[in-house]
C-alpha cells in the first residue's frame, strides 16, 4: 500500500549548523508534498510545499527538495536554531493527506 | 489566523466509558480531520467531513463515530473507551477541495483510557 516515511527518527545538530530531513514515499502518481513541524504540545504546523513540477523550493531559511525519480524528498533548515527543535513530517496527499512517522530534531547550543 | 479549537487538552476516562471529543474551526471550511497520533505511527486518519452531515471513513474508524452537525463543530465518538485508544487525538480544518492539502491543526487532545 501506499506509504510515507522518514529515514531516521531522531536527528541532533549543532546551532547554527544545517540540518536536513529526508523524507522517502511510494506512490508515483504523488504530485504534490507538505511540511509540517509539530512542537511539543501542539498541532502540527505548515512549512512549506512543493508539487511535482519542481524540484526545489525555498521558503524562509528552509528548502525543500523533491527528487521523483528516486521517490524522495528531504527538508534543509539553514542555520539551526533552538527554536528549530520540533517533530518534523513530510505529508501526501492521495485523495486524503498522508503522514510520515516524523523525524524528531534537536538543537544543541 | 485561522483557529482549530479543541475542547480539552488532556482527558482521562475509564474503559467502557462513552467519550466525545469537540473540534471547532471558525474560519468556514468545509473539510474536517480527526486523526490519532502514536510514537512512531505518525498520524493516521480517523474520519473526515467534507460537509455539514457527511462523514467518510479513514484508515481507523474502528471504535470510533463522529458526528457534524454544523459547519464549525466535528465531534469524535469513543462509543465504548479502551485502553488501545490511549493516544493523542488531533483536529483538522481546510478549505474546501476534493483533496486535504495544507491542513490547520488544533492543539490536540491527549486521552488516557485506564
Known amino acids: 500500500g501506499e506509504s510515507v516515511g522518514l529515514h531516521l527518527p531522531t536527528l541532533s545538530v549543532q546551532e547554527g549548523d544545517n540540518s536536513i530531513i529526508n523524507c522517502a514515499y511510494s506512490?508515483?502518481?504523488?504530485?504534490?508534498f507538505i511540511w509540517y513541524k509539530q512542537e511539543s504540545g501542539k498541532g502540527p504546523q505548515f512549512i512549506i510545499d512543493?508539487?511535482?513540477?519542481?524540484d526545489k523550493r525555498q521558503g524562509q531559511r528552509v528548502t525543500v527538495l523533491l527528487n521523483k525519480t528516486v521517490k524522495h524528498l528531504s527538508l534543509q533548515i539553514a542555520a539551526t536554531q533552538p527554536g528549530d527543535s520540533a517533530v518534523y513530517f513530510c505529508?501526501?496527499?492521495?485523495?486524503?493527506?498522508?503522514f510520515g512517522a516524523g523525524t524528531r530534531l534537536a538543537v544543541h547550543p | 489566523d485561522v483557529k482549530v479549537t479543541q475542547s480539552s487538552r488532556y482527558l482521562v476516562k475509564r474503559t467502557g466509558e462513552k467519550v466525545f471529543l469537540e473540534c471547532v474551526q471558525d474560519?468556514?471550511?468545509?473539510?474536517m480531520f480527526w486523526y490519532r497520533q502514536d510514537p512512531g505511527l505518525g498520524l493516521r486518519l480517523i474520519y473526515f467531513?467534507?460537509?455539514?452531515?457527511?462523514?467518510e471513513k479513514g484508515d481507523i474508524p474502528e471504535g470510533y463515530s463522529v458526528s457534524r452537525e454544523k459547519k464549525e463543530r466535528f465531534s469524535l465518538i469513543l462509543e465504548s473507551a479502551s485502553t488501545n485508544q490511549t493516544s493523542m487525538y488531533l483536529c483538522?480544518?481546510?478549505?474546501?477541495?476534493?483533496?486535504?492539502?495544507?491542513?490547520?491543526f488544533g492543539p490536540g487532545t491527549r486521552l488516557t483510557v485506564t
Open positions: 483538522a480544518s481546510t478549505y474546501s477541495g476534493t483533496v486535504s492539502y495544507e491542513q490547520y
Open positions: 506512490n508515483s502518481a504523488s504530485d504534490y
Open positions: 512543493i508539487r511535482s513540477n519542481m
Open positions: 505529508a501526501c496527499p492521495h485523495n486524503k493527506l498522508i
Open positions: 474560519m468556514d471550511h468545509e473539510n
Open positions: 467531513s467534507y460537509d455539514v452531515k457527511m462523514k
